[in-house]
């Protein structure tokens, strides 16, 4: 079958309703609702800035959001194992079920006690539903919180010698695009990482290489670290989430991208010398 086949059926499969992509300007939507457009499917962001606009912390937005959709992109800021997560993705589900979305595809993370609530809410809503267990991301550095701290210099963090398996969001955004299009993947629950792990130490050193100046790792407390991100404005719970995630459970090489792709994922290295090409770590 040839790619522009199985374009066709993946439209005929959408039964042209809309396709909500919540979180659809953020590293993971932005780049789901490019390739759902670039398949011809009709694409609707979720977002506070978005026209009808979706809140989460808003659920009179969201009605007027799910008009005509049929399916949906779950993204959950700022964390699913965050409290009230699971109360949110739950109602949401239940609306969304009861507006006639039938498919929604979450964003989960991989080793999340709390994360796993928001997946049973979401899973009772009678949805045709898929959860996709993604890695800590590679653009993490790039585009979100660890971008200033390489810009600096230096990655002052509470991990340890952990290591993590590092996932490339654009093979986050492939496994959904997937997951919406295709009714295969119904009820199912994929795990991402990409192919070797690494340790923050590992990461400065990759990052010195492509960058040309030095980036160092320095372990810190997680009481400093809290400080930090209260500093910065950003929820202190994610210190603890920091703590939980990072305790080994999530050490291993796990082989969602390559189950739903047929293809192996992303390594850090690559990603590395691309974002570096860019200029987004110059300074």
């Known amino acids: 079958m040839t790619n522009e086949q199985n374009i066709q059926q993946n439209i005929q ?15 993971t939507g932005s780049r789901v609702a490019e390739r759902l ?23 009179n937005t969201w009605e007027a959001a799910l008009d005509g959709v049929g399916a949906v992109y779950v993204t959950y800021y700022p964390d699913l194992g965050f409290p009230g997560a ?16 039938r498919r929604l595809v979450l964003l989960s993370g991989r080793g999340e006690e709390g994360a796993v609530n928001s997946e049973n809410k979401l899973k009772e809503s009678g949805a045709d539903w898929t959860v996709v267990r993604a890695s800590w991301f590679n ?4 585009e979100s919180f660890f ?32 997951a919406l299009t295709d009714d295969k993947h119904i009820g199912r629950t994929y795990e991402l990482s990409g192919p070797r792990s690494l ?20 372990p810190v407390t997680l009481d400093d670290f809290r400080a930090g991100l209260r500093e910065n404005g950003l ?16 050490a291993d090489v796990v082989n969602g991208v390559e189950e739903v792709l047929g293809r192996k994922p992303r390594d850090f ?6 974002a570096a090409a860019t200029g987004i770590w110059n300074i």
């Open 86 to 101: 699971a109360e949110a993705v739950g109602a949401f589900s239940e609306l969304a079920v009861k507006k006639g979305a």
């Open 235 to 250: 929820p202190v719970e994610f210190a603890d989430l920091f703590a939980l995630i990072l305790d080994g459970r999530n």
């Open 139 to 142: 653009q993490n550095f790039s």
């Open 199 to 218: 340790s923050f130490g590992d990461v400065a050193a990759e990052l010195s290489q492509v960058t040309g100046r030095e980036i160092t790792y320095t």
């Open 13 to 27: 499969r959408a039964d042209s309703k809309t396709i909500l992509v919540i979180g659809g300007t953020g590293k």
């Open 37 to 59: 457009t670039a398949q011809g499917l009709p694409v609707r962001v979720g977002s506070r800035n978005a026209e009808p606009p979706f809140v989460w912390e808003d659920p």
């Open 147 to 178: 971008l200033e701290p390489v810009l600096a210099g230096e990655l002052a963090l509470p991990t340890a010698d952990a290591v993590e398996p590092f996932v490339d969001i654009e093979d986050i955004a492939d496994v959904v695009t997937a």
């Open 269 to 274: 290295s690559a990603f590395a010398k691309d």
